[in-house]
């Protein structure tokens, strides 16, 4: 199984960003997926999660209006959509895969990508 972020950069504050994860070794549909997200010294921060078929959404407090999650299940990759970034959402964002559903909680994920680094100045 794999899990592949890709799409970070370093950005000025206000620009945008589409993370993707691209996923392989199984049968994605069958996953919620989540994002969630660590800075330096922080622990990890739930981000968003898309249920299997995406009729079920939920984000963080922090991103609520400015991200945006989504999924396309033919070509097993997800992604996140975020606009208006802040130097504070400047961490390192990781795919995850949770196979009994959607979850805000890391620890339900069975699956998690490498990681992608995403730098907001300000």
């Known amino acids: 199984v794999q899990l592949q972020a890709s799409g970070g950069g370093w950005v000025q504050a206000g620009s945008s960003l589409r993370l993707s994860c691209a996923a392989s070794g199984l049968t994605f549909s069958t996953y919620g997926m989540g994002w969630f997200r660590q800075a330096p010294g922080k622990e990890r921060e739930f981000v968003a999660t898309i249920s299997r078929a995406g009729g079920s959404i939920s984000y963080g407090d922090s991103v609520q209006g400015r991200f945006t999650i989504s999924r396309d299940n033919a070509k097993s990759t997800g992604y996140l959509q975020m606009n208006s970034l802040k130097p504070e959402d400047t961490a390192i964002y990781y795919c995850?895969?949770?196979?009994?559903?959607?979850?805000?909680?890391?620890?339900?994920?069975?699956?998690y990508g490498q990681g992608t680094q995403v730098t907001v100045s300000s």
């Open positions: 995850a895969l949770d196979p009994a559903g959607w979850s805000v909680v890391s620890d339900d994920y069975q699956y």
